[in-house]
T-cell receptor, first 111, second 115 residues
């Protein structure tokens, strides 16, 4: 499984953009990059995923580096409800679709 | 779409008893489901891959005789914690996805407390 490196924690102010980085230098060529978030005492929630090109959905944008060794999750306008642990997970390919969770990034959003 | 329902949301049981947790895909069929366990202030740890109509695949270090997984239909997988002990107290979460290369949907989790 590809190893990932994410900051332990990040802080943001409400209504400001947030850029959550993730390094996955050992990613395989067929792995998709998935992002999930988890609120306390809840199951994780899917945020976004992509393979090579940048992706957008109603929740966030995903910017993938050209060499695919890193990616950035972008929350365009953080709200208090975005405060969660964010996990970046390369999967598919050699991991056969299994999700291996790292420690993630704890995002704190200040009002 | 792609809703996963998990039941119960919490359970308290006595040491030595067994507990069954259900995971249902409500609006899609899931040939594969995944079971995770999460201890306080830790990340999710994959326990096993549940395959419809065949045996589950357990991750290294997970006792298959203790954590029985049954995936008898395309919409239901169950995890039974047998002879539960206090150290089995944890947050158990299941997941599935609509199709290959889609995102995963997770259940809301089951908080198991063994007393």
């Amino acid at each position: 499984d590809a190893k990932t490196t994410q900051p332990n924690s990040m802080e943001s102010n409400e209504e400001e953009p947030v850029h959550l980085p993730c390094n996955h230098s050992t990613i395989s060529g067929t792995d998709y990059i998935h992002w999930y978030r988890q609120l306390p005492s809840q199951g994780p929630e899917y945020v976004i995923h992509g393979l090579t090109s940048n992706v957008n959905n109603r929740m966030a944008s995903l910017a993938i580096a050209e060499d695919r060794k890193s990616s950035t999750l972008i929350l365009h306008r953080a709200t208090l409800r975005d405060a969660a642990v964010y996990y970046c997970i390369p999967t598919g390919g050699t991991s056969y679709g299994k999700l291996t969770f790292g420690q993630g990034t704890i995002l704190t959003v200040h009002p | 779409g792609a809703v996963v329902s998990q039941h119960p949301s919490w359970v308290i049981c006595k040491s030595g008893t067994s507990v069954k947790i259900e995971c249902r895909s409500l609006d899609f069929q899931a040939t594969t489901m995944f079971w995770y366990r999460q201890f306080p202030k830790q990340s999710l740890m994959l326990m096993a891959t549940s395959n419809e109509g065949s045996k589950a695949t357990y991750e290294q270090g997970v006792e298959k005789d203790k954590f029985l997984i049954n995936h008898a239909s395309l919409t239901l997988s169950t995890l039974t914690v047998t002879s539960a002990h206090p150290e089995d107290s944890s947050f158990y979460i299941c997941s599935a996805r609509l199709r290959v290369n889609y995102g995963y949907t997770f259940g809301s989790g089951t908080r198991l407390t063994v007393v």
